[in-house]
């Protein structure tokens, strides 16, 4: 019997949940509306359950985008996957958000409109002009380590130098405004739970597991919490 994973997708302001059975995606649904996660992704994780006639028992393993991302989406997700896991006792593997947009990157569907890039950086758009991002080769290999990059008319001059660069996610219009390169290619979108399939599949077959208790998603910044301009009476 194939592998059954159960992906779950929170990063940004896009929820999605997948279920897939090997390679294939049995069922998946999509929420673009912001601030949605607590109040769809349970609802989502039940649909494509019942919609296959499965059970969290009947799973291999459940997989959760693990960031850079939305501290609150990215808490939502991770403490609904461990859940769970928990409950069902089947191990929990984190999938790193920026590989999902990669990979999105490299599916001949998405990156059509540029031919095939020679390299892919996703982006998760963080404040102002900064970014979450990190370099990847046309097939979603990492070739960087994640940072926050503050976005400017030089960013990644050597690597549109070098060839095709498809700038992918909720950070890529930001960087369109100031990147006017010729070699430079750009993606609106957020990351999708279908995406996270081959690497998680990956894990799976290695074994290489999160530890459920003590798992935390990657913020890369800690969340600051704002003070409100509304008078304390």
Known sequence: MSERILMIETSTDCCSVALAE??????????????QHA???APYISEVLQETGLKAGDLNAIAVSKGPGSYTGLRVGVSTAKGLCFGSGKPLIGVDTLQILALQGSSSSLSGQAGHPDRIVPMIDARRMEVYAAVFDGEGRRLSDTEAVILDGESYRADLEAGTVLFIGTGAGKFQTVCHHPNAAFLSCSPLASFMLQPALSALQKKEFEDTAYFEPFY?????????KKAVL
């Open 22 to 35: 090997g390679n294939r995606i049995l069922a998946e649904r999509i929420c673009e509306e912001s601030r």
């Open 39 to 41: 109040a769809i992704l």
């Open 220 to 228: 890369l910044k800690e969340f600051v919490a704002g003070i409100s």
